[in-house]
């Protein structure tokens, strides 16, 4: 009995979605025992829609990919962004990923879907990461000093993905894992855009 109540509080704990301020514990046991092999990571609890934030201005901030090449938010306007704010020591960030890539696919040509690391060793993890799950549509951005976090994410929970329209405003924001490429999801994106170009 003890053991199955143990067992359930671990489950429950791992489901949630993850907290930045254990990132550098966490990134610490990573790096002794490698990215590479770590256990696959539990399903997460879905996330939910909530607009609670909305109207907010996206900041003026710039991030990198690998590569040095820089990317300003300011340079986002004129297109709907789905900002997703991520870490690959985060479970749930990690098992949404696909579902993000394949939602970039469907959107793609009307819907800028942008997943931003907030790893502090930057391209030294992420770039494997991505080289091992080769994502057809996601780009690598990196923000090792969190800026956007700190600006997007009070809360500090990952991941955390918002929806801006196409002026920089934010319609809806979702913290922890969730479907991105559900009907539901689609859904969801399509009508808050349509709302928000009828206003």
């Keep these: 009995?003890?053991?199955?109540?143990?067992?359930?509080?671990?489950?429950?704990?791992?489901?949630?979605?993850?907290?930045?301020?254990?990132?550098?514990?966490?990134q610490r046991s990573t790096e002794a025992v490698g990215p590479m092999h770590t256990p696959p990571p539990p399903p997460p609890l879905p996330g939910q829609?909530?607009?609670?934030?909305?109207?907010?201005?996206?900041?003026?901030?710039?991030?990198?990919?690998?590569?040095?090449?820089?990317?300003?938010?300011?340079?986002?306007?004129?297109?709907?962004?789905?900002?997703?704010?991520?870490?690959?020591?985060?479970?749930?960030?990690?098992?949404?990923?696909?579902?993000?890539?394949?939602?970039?696919?469907?959107?793609?040509?009307?819907?800028?879907?942008?997943?931003?690391?907030?790893d502090v060793?930057?391209?030294?993890?992420?770039?494997?990461?991505?080289?091992?799950?080769?994502?057809?549509?996601?780009e690598q951005w990196l923000d090792p000093d969190a800026k956007l976090n700190q600006a997007l994410n009070e809360e500090g929970l990952m991941p955390v993905t918002i929806l801006f329209d196409a002026e920089g405003k934010e319609l809806f924001r979702v913290a922890g894992g969730y479907e991105w490429d559900s009907e539901e999801a689609i859904a969801a994106i399509s009508e808050a855009l349509a709302s928000a170009s009828a206003e």
């Design 49 to 118: 829609i909530v607009r609670f934030k909305a109207g907010t201005q996206l900041p003026a901030l710039t991030f990198s990919d690998p590569s040095g090449a820089q990317l300003s938010t300011a340079d986002l306007k004129g297109t709907p962004v789905v900002l997703n704010l991520w870490a690959t020591w985060c479970a749930p960030c990690v098992i949404e990923m696909p579902t993000l890539d394949a939602l970039a696919g469907q959107l793609e040509g009307d819907v800028k879907v942008l997943t931003v690391s907030q």
């Design 1 to 26: 009995m003890f053991r199955s109540l143990l067992v359930l509080a671990a489950s429950a704990l791992a489901l949630g979605a993850c907290d930045s301020a254990s990132e550098t514990a966490t």
């Design 121 to 138: 060793r930057g391209a030294e993890v992420v770039a494997p990461f991505f080289e091992q799950r080769e994502f057809a549509y996601l």
